[in-house]
């Protein structure tokens, strides 16, 4: 191969230490600062030797990369060459706890990968090539988000990726100290950003990548973070690219690599860390430098001072000129600035969608000024009327602090619309993980793990307040998971807006069909009960996969009527989520399908208190006899289908995808309750 001569050109000397005779290339960056890699996207050399491979908050790719091939192996069907390499890096957040997307060390048959997307994609795949075979290209990945799409283990993690993002071995970021071989966390991102220094091995013999991980200037540690054991002869080519990758999204986020060092069949050369270039500062602390460009510039930068602090009182002065009714003043902290959200949420911009519900569209944005993610929910509503009262409970209802509640952060008015501000989520709502199939779904411990904390949520509403709060629209699309999956009830208070906006003659009856209990369509009256009502019709739902009516050829299917159909055979598990797999407890899943029929019990009073509720869940309480409650003597059904005998369950002989239209057993249910 007459790749060698090449080499001593394209590297300058002084950044080269060593070239090893053979085909064996060999290089080293102790910084980059006349350095010749490739690069594509937003990437580029800072003056001071940096690789800067993103600094942005748009969806951006960038990739560096060693501008010549390598020599992996000899011919097709060889091995793969032992290789090693090692490199600092640095992932800088703008802000604590939110980060943006991570970065990759890449083996790639292209130069660049050019059609990759940004953000989660890291500038590695896209939506239609990740997984695939014919990508050939292997991936380091340092990820510092957890998309579940892609099964990420946590938001600060390490993963070995073949052709996806799909990792096939993966372990959170840290080091096992030598010695004691304790395992430590270690942050891939921080504020302004943290040096670490990254080590991956092939051994070519014993077909074995390991990757190890340090924070800078510790040495490198005897045990690797992650091994994985895998023939990689028929991913990598006999010729490939070696490079760097990753992207940005929408938070701010930057990527540095501060040196580099890669040997094929050898031992890798350490990097000189005394001699690598500085991360810049995140904060501005350069006054010292004004001083020495000179007084004009301080005194310019004064009188800017000052026009700026009378522009900001005379803005301050306008804003509150802006119209706020008197009664609105005291809500200051809780009110926001109608143009902080229009930039927060990019003006509304359809990309910013989060959802669309019964009671109005959802954004997702970021703060301008805190940078703090949120979820603005945009309502529309007309009527002025009710709406002091209804802005006295939002604020009320924003002092609200539980775990699994989404916070209302608060709320903000304008011409026929109220924009509500909650806490951002990252995982979206329950429904789509039950119903969107074949995207992910939940296994069992996390779908239980959703129904304590809802539980525990809508239990803090009804009795662990100094109000009692009625959600009245309890539903697996108001159940929002946050990053640890943990379930949080979202959207309370809403349906009230539509309470008090009607005139109070009319009872309007809020809430959603199928979760509605039958003395809320009579009375009109939201009650503790009803919304226990509603949890029942949502504890069925998780554990069935499906929503409380569904529509059929034959009919519509009652959730409720059909587990019961099934409890009365003796086989209530034949309700549960096929979805689940053989992956469950089955004493949970039964709990949880008795509890739902007992919740949706047409009467209230034989419902039980979400404390009992509780009880029963974490097992403190022995669960009520089912037959004591005599459910087919006094009646399971929903309100809106009295006097209907059209709907079918399904048959249990031909599986769940055959439904015989029949109304035997809900109908006998129905006749039974009056
Ligand atoms: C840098 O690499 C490119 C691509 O290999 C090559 O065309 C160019 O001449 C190199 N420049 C220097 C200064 O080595
Ligand atoms: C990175 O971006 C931020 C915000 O856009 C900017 O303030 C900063 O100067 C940039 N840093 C570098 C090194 O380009
Ligand atoms: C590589 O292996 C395949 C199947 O194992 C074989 O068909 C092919 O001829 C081999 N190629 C070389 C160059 O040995
Ligand atoms: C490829 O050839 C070189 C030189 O002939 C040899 O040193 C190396 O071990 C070979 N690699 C493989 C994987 O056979
Ligand atoms: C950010 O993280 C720190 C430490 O991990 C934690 O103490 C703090 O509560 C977090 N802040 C937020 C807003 O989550
Ligand atoms: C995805 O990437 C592949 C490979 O680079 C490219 O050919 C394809 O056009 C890309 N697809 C999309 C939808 O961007
Ligand atoms: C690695 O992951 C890819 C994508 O998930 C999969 O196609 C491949 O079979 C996996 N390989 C191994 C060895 O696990
Ligand atoms: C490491 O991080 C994980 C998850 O963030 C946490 O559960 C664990 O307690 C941490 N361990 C140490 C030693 O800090």
């Not at 191969?1 to 590297?11: E, R």
């Not at 380091?140 to 052709?163: A, K, M, R, S, Y």
């Not at 990019?346 to 301008?368: H, I, M, N, Q, S």
Request: aromatic content about 10%; glycine content about 8%.
């Amino acid at each position: 191969m007459a790749m060698c001569s090449n080499f001593i050109l394209a590297i300058p000397l002084t950044l080269l230490a060593s070239l090893v005779a053979g085909d064996d290339v060999g290089f080293i960056y102790n910084g980059f600062r006349s350095a010749n890699l490739s690069l594509d996207g937003i990437a580029e050399f800072t003056s001071n030797g940096l690789l800067k491979l993103t600094n942005g908050t748009r969806p951006q790719t960038a990739h560096a990369f060693y501008p010549h091939l390598v020599n992996f192996k000899n011919s097709t069907n060889a091995s793969v060459s032992s290789f090693s390499t090692t490199f600092v890096f640095a992932i800088a957040s703008g802000y604590p706890n939110v980060s943006g997307h991570g970065m990759a060390f890449v083996i790639s048959p292209t130069k660049g990968l050019p059609g990759a997307s940004a953000a989660q994609y890291l500038g590695l795949f896209n939506d239609s090539n990740n997984g695939n075979d014919r990508n050939h290209v292997v991936a380091v990945e340092l990820d510092t988000v957890q998309n579940l799409p892609f099964n990420d283990i946590n938001d600060n993690h390490v993963g070995i990726d073949i052709n996806g993002l799909n990792s096939n071995a993966s372990s959170p970021a840290g080091y096992y100290e030598d010695g004691s071989r304790q395992f430590r966390n270690l942050s891939l991102t921080m504020l302004g950003g943290q040096r670490i220094q990254a080590w991956v091995e092939y051994h070519g013999l014993e077909k074995r990548m390991d990757v190890t991980l340090a924070p800078f200037r510790v040495p490198k540690p005897k045990t690797p973070l992650l091994s994985f054991f895998h023939d990689l002869s028929s991913v990598v080519k006999n010729e490939m690219y070696v490079g760097f990758s990753s992207s940005t999204g929408v938070i701010f986020a930057s990527h540095y690599v501060l040196g580099w060092s890669f040997k094929m069949n050898g031992q890798v050369q350490e990097l000189s860390l005394s001699q690598l270039p500085n991360l810049p500062r995140l904060s501005p602390k350069k006054r010292s430098r004004l001083l020495t460009i000179g007084v004009p510039l301080i005194l310019a930068s004064l009188i800017s001072v000052a026009v700026s602090s009378v522009v900001y009182f005379i803005r301050r002065k306008r804003k509150f000129a802006e119209v706020v009714e008197d009664w609105e003043l005291e809500y200051g902290p809780h009110r926001f600035k109608v143009k902080d959200l229009y930039i927060a949420t990019k003006g509304f911009k359809d990309k910013e969608l989060l959802g669309a519900g019964g009671f109005g569209k959802v954004y997702r944005g970021v703060l301008p000024t805190s940078k703090v993610e949120v979820a603005v929910k945009r309502v529309s509503h007309e009527s002025r009327q009710g709406m002091k009262e209804f802005i006295t409970e939002i604020v009320s209802l924003g002092h609200l602090r539980h775990r699994n509640l989404v916070q209302l952060l608060g709320y903000c008015r304008c011409k026929g619309e109220l924009l509500l501000v909650y806490e951002y989520m990252p995982n979206g709502s329950l429904d789509k993980y039950l119903y969107n199939q074949p995207s992910p779904t939940l296994n069992w411990r996390q779908r239980f793990k959703v129904i304590e904390g809802v539980a525990s949520g809508l239990f803090y509403l009804h009795q662990g307040w100094e109000q009692v709060v009625i959600h009245r629209d309890v539903k697996a699309s108001n159940v929002l998971l946050d990053e640890k999956l943990n379930g949080r009830l979202g959207d309370f208070g809403l349906a009230r807006l539509y309470d008090h906006g009607t005139e109070p003659q009319t009872t309007r009856v809020v809430g959603t069909l199928g979760y509605l209990a039958p003395e809320q369509t009579r009375t009109g009256k939201a009650t503790p009960c009803t919304d226990v009502f509603a949890f029942g019709a949502f504890l069925l739902e998780v554990a069935c996969g499906r929503r409380p009516i569904s529509h059929s050829q034959t009919g519509d299917i009652i959730l409720v009527d059909w587990v019961y159909s099934c409890w009365s055979k003796g086989d209530i598990l034949e309700a549960k989520d096929p979805n689940l797999g053989s992956d469950y407890v089955a004493e949970e899943v039964e709990l949880v399908l008795k509890l739902g029929l007992i919740c949706s019990h047409s009467d209230p009073k034989a419902r039980p208190t979400m404390r009992h509720v509780i009880q029963i869940i974490e097992g403190d309480m022995p669960f009520p006899e089912l037959s004591s409650f005599s459910l087919s003597s006094c009646g399971l059904t929903f309100a809106h289908l009295e006097g209907s005998d059209d709907f079918a369950v399904p048959d249990s002989s031909s599986g769940r995808t055959g439904f015989s239209h029949s109304s035997t057993v809900a109908a006998s249910i129905l006749s039974g309750g009056r």
